[in-house]
């Protein structure tokens, strides 16, 4: 396969794991949130439903590798940088007063694009590993 199809094949598959792993994301935030639970419990409750989706999905399906031990420890690097980013985005969102909702756009735009820029550089890297 071509390093461009292969390439192109990495990134729709990551993308389509990451709209996956973001919609549970906002879903379980969204229903949380409106529940009445805190934004920042709702925030935590969301990102760990989200965050096996988007490993497991990623290691097998866009990066076709087992995921092992130094690759976990990455992956939950990675995954807690994104989720202080996000929690840092909630908390300005409520500091401002401003309706948890509005919070939805860094949390499906912002977070995801860090992420799959970190997944491909040092993630998922084969040269990560060596």
């Known amino acids: 396969m071509s390093r461009k199809i292969e390439l192109f094949r990495q990134v729709s598959t990551f993308g389509a794991i990451g709209i996956l792993a973001t919609i549970v994301h906002a879903v379980v935030f969204s229903v949380a949130a409106s529940l009445g639970l805190l934004v920042d419990f709702a925030n935590i409750l969301a990102f760990c439903c989200a965050v096996p989706i988007s ?6 399906l866009t990066f076709r590798v087992a995921p092992d031990w130094r690759m976990a ?13 996000n929690a840092l985005n909630v908390r300005l969102v409520a500091s401002y007063g401003w309706p948890w909702a509005a919070s939805l756009p860094g949390m499906v ?15 998922y890297s084969p040269r990560a590993s060596s």
Do not use: E, K, Q
């Open 55 to 60: 490993y497991f999905g990623n290691a097998r």
């Open 73 to 85: 420890a990455r992956f939950i690097g990675m995954s807690l940088f994104g989720f202080a980013l």
């Open 109 to 123: 735009i912002l977070v995801p694009l860090v992420s799959f820029v970190a997944s491909r550089l040092w993630v």
